[in-house]
């Protein structure tokens, strides 16, 4: 597999205003682990990390380069960011390897405007924007992307329903709910029935209130 050399450097494990002074000298504080080795703590340039994240590249196959060593597979597993700033504060990397699977949240492009809207007078609903898939390194996609313009009202596409590339498999739950459209009607008639079963609710409680 083609992998892209990401510079890294050893650190000792130590209290938070060492990883603060590591920040502000532009760099982040990282770990390497997985199969097979001894979890080792890193750190790696702000600014090379970003080309990494950058969008379409959150899945790039790595070699880091631990104190001028290569040999060491790796991809981006998680990203720790401060909650109010949203800068990256923490990231953990995860060894690959050509034949085995690692678990990835990939995110839900849909493109086009459906039928079901457009004509139809449908009522349109994204529940999921991302998934998790297992896959092999090589074949992990940047994004599910999928054209739902011929899509028609009163359809649930659910995860199990994309139609994934080879070496890659579903690891959300198979009916997770993607999408949906629904008709006006429906939701007219749901919307409708609510005040009904308020209304009902005082008179079935009479009774108790001998």
Excluded: C, W
Aim: glycine fraction near 6%; charge should be positive; aromatic fraction near 6%.
């Amino acid at each position: 597999m083609e992998l892209t050399t990401l510079k890294a450097t050893s650190r000792v494990l130590g209290a938070n205003r060492d990883n603060a002074r590591l920040r502000k000298a532009g760099q982040i504080p990282a770990i390497y682990y997985g199969k097979g080795i001894e979890a080792k703590n890193i750190a790696v340039s702000d600014a090379d990390l970003r080309k990494v994240l950058a969008p379409g590249k959150r899945y790039t196959l790595l070699d880091l380069e631990i104190d001028g060593k290569a040999g060491n597979p790796a991809l981006v597993y998680s990203v720790q960011k401060d909650a109010i700033t949203q800068k990256i504060i923490h990231v953990d990397f995860i060894k690959i390897a050509d034949d085995e699977f690692v678990k990835v949240r990939i995110p839900v492009k849909l493109v086009g405007l459906p039928v079901g809207v457009k004509t139809q007078g449908g009522i349109f609903a994204q529940e999921a924007r991302y998934l998790m898939l297992a896959a092999k390194p090589a074949s992990i996609p940047a994004v599910l992307e999928m054209d739902i313009s011929n899509v028609e009202t009163n359809v649930t596409f659910y995860a199990k329903d994309f139609k994934l590339p080879e070496n890659v498999q579903l690891a959300s739950g198979p009916r997770t709910v993607i999408f949906s459209i629904s008709s006006k009607s429906k939701k007219k008639d749901k919307d409708s029935a609510a005040p009904a079963a308020d209304a009902a609710a005082p008179a079935a409680a009479a009774p108790a209130a001998k």
